[in-house]
């Protein structure tokens, strides 16, 4: 069964390092999301991303935050200078289309430890 | 803004002994109601999709069904693998891709 990919499982980082969370969607989806998750919080909408360009981000995307397609098949998280509060599970996930509630399947997440 | 409350929290069952978790929602128009089970430290599995009231749909010991402003997950008999984590979320209408989630029940079957 198809199943959404991330790597690494675990990155510990220095407070102000840059880092890069990568995803592989689902082969035939189209839409590509990232969620994070505090721990013992609820899972929250970072952003998401549609033909080559953002379509929707939360506030909590800002500026430190970006995302990338680089070639067809990765889909990748870069926060530019990481800070205490940026500690958190992130989850990369993909659906075929955003009509009709099409289902968005998670990854296994990435644990970012911020130092 | 859209809102989604679980209930309970947290909740203790013996092995075999049938519940019902809560899902609350509150949207200006719902496009799709999502239940995932959550294990510590892994993504969020998904389970069911529910477009419209009064739709129900079951996997092995869970059922899922929607009301116009509630959604139940229903468990029957169930197992020591069932203990998870369980995550309510739902999808608005307006032209949004994002899914807001609930805070999510803490399943625990005791043998």
């Known amino acids: 069964e198809p199943e959404v990919t991330q790597t690494p499982s675990h990155q510990v980082t220095q407070m102000g390092q840059e880092v890069i969370l990568r995803c592989v969607p689902i082969s035939n989806h189209l839409y590509f999301y990232w969620y994070r998750q505090i721990l013992g919080q609820k899972v929250e909408f970072l952003v998401s991303f549609y033909n080559n360009e953002i379509s929707e981000k939360s506030e909590i995307f800002d500026d430190q935050f970006s995302v990338e397609r680089p070639d067809g098949s990765n889909f990748t998280l870069k926060i530019r200078s990481t800070k205490l509060e940026d500690s958190a599970m992130y989850f990369c996930?993909?659906?075929?289309?955003?009509?009709?509630?099409?289902?968005?399947?998670f990854g296994p997440g990435t644990r970012l430890t911020v130092l | 803004e859209d809102q989604v409350t679980q209930s309970p929290e947290a909740l203790r069952l013996q092995e075999g002994e049938s519940s019902s978790l809560n899902c609350s929602y509150t949207v200006s128009g719902l496009r799709g109601l999502f239940w995932y089970r959550q294990d510590p430290g892994k993504g969020p599995e998904f389970l069911f999709t529910l477009y419209s009231a009064g739709e129900e749909k079951e996997k092995e010991r869970l059922k899922a069904t929607l009301t116009k402003k509630e959604s139940f997950l229903h468990i029957t008999a169930p197992k020591p693998e069932d203990s998870a984590t369980y995550l309510c979320a739902v999808h608005n209408s307006g032209g949004y891709q994002k899914v807001t989630f609930g805070t999510g029940t803490k399943l625990q079957v005791i043998p």
């Open positions: 996930a993909s659906s075929g289309l955003a009509s009709r509630g099409d289902t968005q399947y």
